[in-house]
């Protein structure tokens, strides 16, 4: 009983210890997460863009709550492109793989643009949110046109 229950809690704690690095049971879970991450980043960022582009009312709270979760979420999906989730239900573009250090650069990238959104969407100035909005989209663009399949 000692034993399974030590065996019990160190394999708990390898896995709280764990980063949110590669660990997915098939190609098919890394996939979903990676597209769950960049969906609920998509909804986040939408609400911003929408005040930023005058689609609905500024409201400073929201925007920058909406801002910090888009750039938590902009953090998570790249440990997801494991090796074998190149095929499935994905768009991903196989230069994911082969041009691993291009594909790095992009998404830093756009994780640092999506930093600068929510400092700005704190500090409440709907000019720099609206300057932040543009060249975060850019780079969510930058990175579909070289990685993502139509
Ligand atoms: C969004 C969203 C994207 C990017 C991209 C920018 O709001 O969901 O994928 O912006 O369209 O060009």
Request: proline residues 3%; contains cysteine.
């Amino acid at each position: 009983m000692k034993a399974i229950a030590s065996f019990v809690l160190a394999a708990a704690a390898v896995t709280l210890a764990a980063p949110a690095s590669a660990q997915f049971a098939k190609p098919e879970d890394a996939i979903k997460y990676r597209k769950s991450a960049l969906t609920v980043m998509a909804t986040h960022f939408g609400r911003v863009a929408a005040m930023a582009n005058g689609r609905v009312p500024f409201d400073a709270k929201v925007a920058a709550d909406n801002a910090a979760v888009a750039e938590s979420m902009s953090k998570l999906p790249w440990a997801a492109f494991v090796d074998g989730s190149d095929k499935g239900d994905t768009k991903a573009k196989s230069e994911i793989w082969s041009d691993a250090a291009k594909f790095k650069d992009a998404n830093e990238k756009m994780q640092g643009e999506m930093t600068k959104l929510a400092a700005a969407a704190k500090t409440g100035n709907l000019d720099s949110i609206k300057a932040a909005v543009g060249a975060t989209g850019g780079s969510c663009k930058a990175c579909h046109d070289a990685f993502r399949k139509e």
